[in-house]
């Protein structure tokens, strides 16, 4: 492959590999300190995700026995090529073609999934080389060009799409959290698994970006005695009273968590802890706070459930957060605010992958995306 070009007056920014006449064209607006190269040289295992992008990224994926990111992405790429490929790139594009491409912001936000997308490049065409000017985690405005991808032309295109669905999702995922986040300090924000099927990894991985902390992974990684478990139980303490001879007969250590919807129900869990040896870490405050018909939210039930609880065990608020709601959450004390809308319908934040990067700001100027 080439050689990265150098900054050139010439407006052409496709050219064939060798071709000494015919550079490419890098923007004057943007510099970049460091050449960050596709960081998967090698297939992945499950459990080795974190450690082969050690090197990429400060935010490290979630850890996962048995999640395959590379078999996500092969199944992204195998979506979009079907059985015959890109037949619009084979059939306009001559194979030896190189071309650049520029990375550009089409709103304001939080970017994640830079990691991610030099896998997709790597996993598309080894040969290609990427530079970002921003990591994951960075603010981004309108119109910032913020990377770039060299290489061949159809690589570039071929992969264009899923990287971009995956980064406009993570971005999306975590420029809420990090406003969340912001608005529920001192309480940590958390997501939950309330996340597209098949992207769970990813989904959570965006969270941490975004400045977030992790719920569980799934059902493995922690017991979570839901409503409908006690109810099948027959009340709180019958459920915690089986979780814990169930650990111990295994001999497992888990954290264990116990949703509340009542001050009542708070009570009993404070009861059995303190006549029983239990593995019981954090009590859920499911739907205790209250909309009101001002507009305000009645954060008293809450705020007792706390002090009831005093510390004893890490406490959780769920149900009701929204960014209207999760500053007023987070100021009655509790340790986590979970929030199934961080996932679950966020919006995407757009961004876009240009060959033409001059013409593509000129229309997202008229457009007022750029």
Known sequence: MS????????PRVLFLRGAKTLPLVKSSSLHFPLRLRT???????????????????????????????????????????????????LAT????????ATFIAKENGVIAGISLAEMIFNQVDSSLQVEWSQKD?????????????????????????????????MSGIATLTKTMAEAAHPACILETRK?????????????????????????FDMVMIKDNHISVAGGVSNALKSVDEFLSKNNLSVPVE?????????????????ENGTSLTRIMLDNMVVPLSNGDLDVSMLKDAVQLINGRFETEASGNVTLETVKKIGE????????????????ALDISLKIDTELALQVGRRTNRA
């Open 3 to 10: 050689t990265a070009p150098t900054s050139s007056s010439s």
């Open 39 to 89: 960081v998967v040289a090698k297939a992945m295992s499950a459990t080795g995700i974190a450690s082969e992008l050690a090197q990429s990224t400060a935010v490290k994926p979630p850890s996962h026995p048995t999640y395959d990111l590379k078999a996500v992405i092969a199944l992204a790429l195998s979506e979009d090529a079907g059985d015959q490929g890109d037949i619009t790139c």
């Open 93 to 100: 594009i001559p194979k030896e073609m190189d071309a650049e």
């Open 137 to 169: 985690g960075d603010l981004i405005s309108k119109g910032m060009q913020f990377g770039k991808i060299y290489g061949c032309a159809r690589s570039i295109i071929v992969a264009e799409r899923v990287v971009l669905n995956f980064m406009q999702r």
């Open 195 to 219: 996340t597209a099927p098949g992207l769970r990894l990813i989904d959570k991985w965006a969270v941490l970006i975004g400045g977030g902390k992790n719920h569980r992974l799934g059902l």
């Open 258 to 274: 116990v949703e509340t919807r009542t001050l009542e129900e708070v009570k009993e869990v404070l009861k059995y802890a303190s």
């Open 332 to 347: 009655t004390g509790v340790t986590y605010i979970s929030s199934g809308a961080l996932t679950h319908s966020v919006k």
